[in-house]
């Protein structure tokens, strides 16, 4: 019903920059919260950056003022600049839409199948 499509990933060394997309496509009445997350090896799955329908913005504390997340509600596209990255910042990135679908009752999550970040020191 709905896709996610992620895009921006690759290797960048220490203190280069980074942007990552996310787009949604498919029944989509309207798309409420959208976030980033991360996961690197060997590490638990956690909240990088969301953004709430009303552009309400929310950052770990580790990526405040390196990270910046936005949406584009005319593209279905949620977006992740990431500058100043560090080695620890390697990781898969993911996006997570909270989506109103057409004909379906609440608001499903779906998630994207993720994108490689890799920081050279």
């Known amino acids: 019903q709905v896709q996610l499509v992620e895009s921006g990933g690759g290797l960048v060394q220490a203190g280069g920059s980074l942007r990552l997309s996310c787009a949604a496509s498919?029944?989509?009445?309207?798309?409420?919260?959208m976030g980033w997350y991360r996961q690197a090896p060997g590490k638990q799955r956690e909240v990088v950056a969301t953004?709430?329908?009303?552009?309400?913005?929310n950052y770990a504390d580790s990526v405040k003022a390196r990270f910046t997340i936005s949406r584009d509600n005319a593209k279905n596209t949620v977006y992740l600049q990431m500058n100043s990255l560090k080695p620890e910042d390697a990781a898969v990135y993911y996006c997570?839409?909270?989506?109103?679908?057409?004909?379906?009752?609440?608001?499903?999550?779906?998630w994207g199948k993720g994108t490689l970040v890799t920081v050279s020191s």
């Open positions: 498919g029944s989509i009445t309207s798309i409420n919260e």
């Open positions: 997570n839409l909270g989506v109103t679908v057409r004909d379906v009752v609440g608001m499903v999550y779906y």
């Open positions: 953004i709430t329908s009303g552009g309400r913005t």
